[in-house]
């Protein structure tokens, strides 16, 4: 039978995505490891690589085509000695032969194919789309003779078949009103199964419609990219499983503008440090002189990173990205400026790789080229942190019992309080604001 290309989940939140384009064509040769199409993910546009040998017998999957759902066939891949008539056979019989299972270990290949429904799993109806469940419901079209389904469970449809009971005139009692064991033996006794009790009341939600609402101003629809989709489902998981708190600091950073102008001169061009380079090398100090704020919670334990690695929230189109640099407490200054540099701008093309965006274990957000001065970030999970930059400005500061003016730049950490106590947000802000305001201390 014919194997079939699947669509990958190339990343841990990726349901869909979208076949940005074929590399390939029908009759086309393919070994293992040919590039047959880019997929577009909520975050970035990736190669997908063939995992098998063998010529290209169907397309399933037209170029463009979006919502496309993990592990939903693309295309057909004829193996050797096969040829266009079992593509038919593979159409008529509804399947084909999933491709192999090792490219479940490498990330980025296609996945194996969900296994069938079983009559069980297939009868019970999905919980979002039933509404409060009634008896009757479980009838679903009556007996059954205009093709509606009926919802019973396994034992009772075979007490049913056993006792020639016709199941579209029994009403369920089971959960979404399915016709579970007692119905059918009320049946046989002549008698009205109990209905079942209501269940729990869902907590109210306010309903979000597209729908125009009464005295709503005129408004132009925008469609949710799956970029906005997953961020809105992400930071929403975030603010109602994470118990943020908030630490607020005032950093002077003339000694650090003062650096950075003198390593610019001194670079006659081949780098040019920006704040955000200096802030990105000095967190990474940070965290590894305080531990425990490099950190994020589990159900089993606590984990302690033994790297910092330092994820910077990039804005692109649609939406936002964190690219990371790695281990920023090792690298030079340079490194972690060119670094940034080249991450940022292949963020904004769709580039980067999985390994590029996934995995931080600590995020930086920084609006201060925006003017903005003070500002409380979200969390990204499963970290514990996360650091908000504002704009450096000139205020009036206290010194030595004078009034002087002072560059100052407000910055706001968001802690995970099941992990990062206040104690510990308040030792990492601490050390920071000591190596902002001293950056040599650096070389120590």
């Not at 593509?87 to 490498?106: D, F, S």
């Not at 994020?296 to 033994?306: A, E, H």
């Not at 099941?418 to 070389?443: H, I, N, Q, T, Y």
Request: proline residues 7%.
């Amino acid at each position: 039978m014919p194997v079939r290309i699947l669509m990958p989940a190339l990343s841990p939140t990726m349901t869909e995505g979208t076949l940005a384009k074929w590399h390939v064509k029908e009759g086309d040769e393919v070994s293992a490891g040919d590039v047959i199409a880019e997929i577009e993910t909520d975050k970035a546009t990736m190669e997908v690589e063939a995992v098998d040998e063998g010529k290209v017998g169907r397309l399933l999957v037209s170029e463009g085509t979006e919502g496309v759902a993990v592990n939903a066939p693309i295309a057909l891949l004829l193996e050797e000695g096969e040829d266009a008539s079992a593509l038919e056979a593979a159409a008529a019989a509804g399947t084909a032969k999933p491709a192999p299972a090792k490219q479940e270990a490498e990330p980025g290949k296609q996945e194996a194919a969900p296994a069938p429904k079983t009559e069980a799993t297939a009868a019970k109806p999905a919980p979002q789309a039933a509404p409060t469940p009634q008896p009757q419901d479980a009838r679903a079209g009556g007996n059954g003779e205009d093709g509606g389904r009926v919802f019973a469970s396994p034992l009772a449809r075979r007490m049913a078949q056993q006792s020639g009971i016709d199941l579209g005139g029994v009403n369920g009692s089971g959960p979404h009103g399915r016709i579970v064991k007692r119905d059918v033996e009320m049946a046989l006794g002549g008698g009205a199964p109990k209905a079942a009790p209501a269940p729990a009341a869902a907590p109210m939600r306010m309903p979000v419609s597209a729908e125009a609402q009464p005295f709503e101003p005129e408004f132009e629809l925008q469609p949710l990219s799956s970029m906005r989709r997953i961020i809105a489902q992400r930071l929403q998981l975030s603010k109602q499983t994470i118990p943020h708190f908030y630490l607020t600091v005032d950093c002077q950073i003339d000694a650090l503008l003062d650096l950075r102008k003198r390593l610019n001169d001194k670079a006659d061009g081949a780098y040019k440090l920006s704040v955000n380079d200096l802030v990105i090398k000095i967190c990474g100090m940070a965290l590894r002189k305080v531990p425990a704020a490099n950190a994020s919670y589990t159900d089993q334990g606590i984990k302690l990173y033994k790297s910092a690695d330092v994820a910077v929230a990039v804005a692109i189109d649609g939406g936002l990205i964190t690219p990371i640099v790695r281990d920023a407490a090792n690298k030079g200054l340079e490194a972690i400026s060119i670094a940034m540099k080249d991450l940022a701008a292949r963020a904004r093309e769709g580039k980067l790789k999985p390994e590029e965006f996934q995995g931080g274990s600590f995020s930086i957000s920084n609006l201060g080229m925006y003017g903005i001065t003070q500002f409380d970030a979200v969390i990204n999970p499963p970290q514990g942190a996360i650091l908000a930059i504002g704009a450096g400005e000139q205020r009036p500061v206290v010194r030595n019992g004078a009034l002087a003016v002072a560059t100052m730049m407000t910055c706001t950490l968001s802690c995970d309080h099941r992990v990062v106590d206040g104690a510990v947000g308040a030792e990492f802000l601490k050390v920071f604001k000591a190596m902002v305001e001293e950056p040599m201390s650096m070389l120590l």
